[in-house]
C-alpha cells in the first residue's frame, strides 16, 4: 500500500512550456485534490474531485487543468507554465469529501521551478 | 469564507521544553479543526482533528490540542519536545465540504 504517490519530484520548466503532474492512490479514495504550498501562505486548493469524470474549481484554478479518468489517478497539467506558478504541489486524497469523517491524505510533493 | 490565522511565523524551543502553537479560525458555524505536521521534504501528516465533544483532544506523537469556542482558538501543544519535531505545523479548518483551510504555518526548530 504506497498511499499518494506523486511524480516528478523535482521540475524545472521555461516559460511557456507545458506539462503534467502526476497523482496516483492505490487506497481506493473518492476524493482527490491538488494544493499548492507557498511560502508565508499555507496550502490553497487548485482543484478537486468527488469521483471519477467529476472536478471542480478550488481557490487557485486559474492556469491549471485536471481531469480524472478513473478513480487511482487525478494528473495536474499546466498549459503554458509561468513563473508564478513555481511552487510545491501537493496531491491529497481521503475516502470521501467530508472533511468532517475523511482526513487527507497527502503525497510527498512536487517542486516546480519555472524560469 | 473560513479563514485560518497562525501568529508565529517560526518558534525556538529548548529540547525538553513545553510547546504550544497558537491556532485562530473564522468560522460562522461550528468548524471542524485539523492540525498537520510537514517535516522537510514530506508531505503533511495529520496529527489530530477535533469535531465535537471533548474540547481537549490528544493526536499522535504526544500531541494534544484544545478548542477554546469563546476564542475562536484551537492550539496546540507538547509538554516536552524533542528533537525529532523540528518540522513545520499547519492548523487548518474544515467544513464538511470539500476542502480545507489552510493556516500559513508555524516553523518549529528545537536548540539540543
Known amino acids: 500500500n504506497a498511499g499518494v504517490t506523486q511524480t516528478p519530484k523535482f521540475q524545472v520548466l521555461k516559460t511557456g512550456q507545458s506539462m503534467t503532474l502526476q497523482c496516483a492512490q492505490d487506497?481506493?479514495?473518492?476524493?482527490m485534490s491538488w494544493y499548492r504550498q507557498d511560502p508565508g501562505m499555507g496550502l490553497r486548493l487548485i482543484h478537486y474531485?468527488?469521483?471519477?469524470?467529476?472536478?471542480d474549481q478550488g481557490e487557485v484554478p486559474n492556469g491549471y487543468n485536471v481531469s480524472r479518468s478513473t478513480t487511482e489517478d487525478f494528473p495536474l497539467r499546466l498549459l503554458s507554465a509561468a513563473p508564478s506558478q513555481t511552487s510545491v504541489y501537493f496531491c491529497?486524497?481521503?475516502?470521501?469529501?467530508?472533511?468532517?469523517?475523511?482526513?487527507?491524505?497527502f503525497g510527498n510533493g512536487t517542486r516546480l521551478t519555472v524560469t | 469564507a473560513q479563514s485560518v490565522t497562525q501568529p508565529d511565523i517560526h518558534i525556538t524551543v529548548s529540547e525538553g521544553a513545553s510547546l504550544e502553537l497558537r491556532c485562530n479560525y473564522s468560522?460562522?458555524?461550528?468548524?471542524?479543526l485539523f492540525w498537520y505536521v510537514q517535516s522537510p521534504g514530506q508531505g503533511l501528516q495529520l496529527l489530530l482533528k477535533?469535531?465535537?465533544?471533548?474540547?481537549l483532544v490528544q493526536g499522535i506523537k504526544g500531541f494534544e490540542a484544545e478548542f477554546k469556542r469563546s476564542q475562536s482558538s484551537f492550539n496546540l501543544r507538547k509538554p516536552s519536545v524533542h528533537w525529532s519535531d523540528a518540522a513545520e505545523y499547519f492548523c487548518?479548518?474544515?467544513?464538511?465540504?470539500?476542502?480545507?483551510?489552510f493556516g500559513s504555518g508555524t516553523r518549529l526548530q528545537v536548540q539540543p
Open positions: 491529497a486524497s481521503s475516502y470521501s469529501g467530508d472533511t468532517a469523517n475523511s482526513p487527507l491524505h
Open positions: 487506497m481506493n479514495h473518492e476524493y
Open positions: 474531485s468527488v469521483g471519477a469524470g467529476i472536478t
Open positions: 468560522y460562522g458555524a461550528t468548524p471542524y
Open positions: 477535533y469535531f465535537s465533544g471533548d474540547t
Open positions: 487548518a479548518v474544515g467544513t464538511g465540504r470539500r476542502a480545507l483551510t
